[in-house]
């Protein structure tokens, strides 16, 4: 099994910064991508951010604000979330594809349980 633990999450005021970290343990044999996603209360789930390798992928909403990256050596993903905006309120998740066993090229997907972000005006 895999484990997913975020952290980082809290209350800050708008325009302030925050940054989610997700460390990732269990039965790792790699990591294909990790990423964060993000619902707020009576919306869907939506895509944030993806690191696959030195390739990072953005929403919209998250471009030129927030920042992606990885420690592979401690399977662990970052979300340096900056300028924030009250519409950045709420739940964060991280997410991660993950090979369990070298000889089973599988990818399994996995969630955290979530860290809140509140962005006060």
């Known amino acids: 099994q895999v484990q997913l633990v975020e952290s980082g999450g809290g209350l800050v005021q708008a325009g302030g910064s925050l940054r989610l970290s997700c460390a990732a343990s269990?039965?790792?044999?790699?990591?294909?991508?990790m990423g964060w996603y993000r619902q707020a209360p009576g919306k869907q789930r939506e895509f944030v951010a993806v690191?696959?390798?030195?390739?990072?992928n953005y929403a919209d909403s998250a471009k030129g604000r927030f920042t992606i990256s990885r420690d592979n050596a401690k399977n662990t993903v970052y979300l340096q979330m900056n300028s924030l905006k009250p519409e950045d309120t709420a739940v964060y998740y991280c997410?991660?594809?993950?090979?369990?066993?070298?000889?089973?090229?599988?990818?399994?997907?996995?969630w955290g349980q979530g860290t809140q972000v509140t962005v006060s005006s």
């Open positions: 997410n991660a594809r993950i090979q369990q066993t070298r000889s089973i090229y599988v990818l399994h997907n996995y």
């Open positions: 269990g039965s790792i044999f790699s990591i294909n991508d």
């Open positions: 690191i696959t390798g030195n390739s990072t």
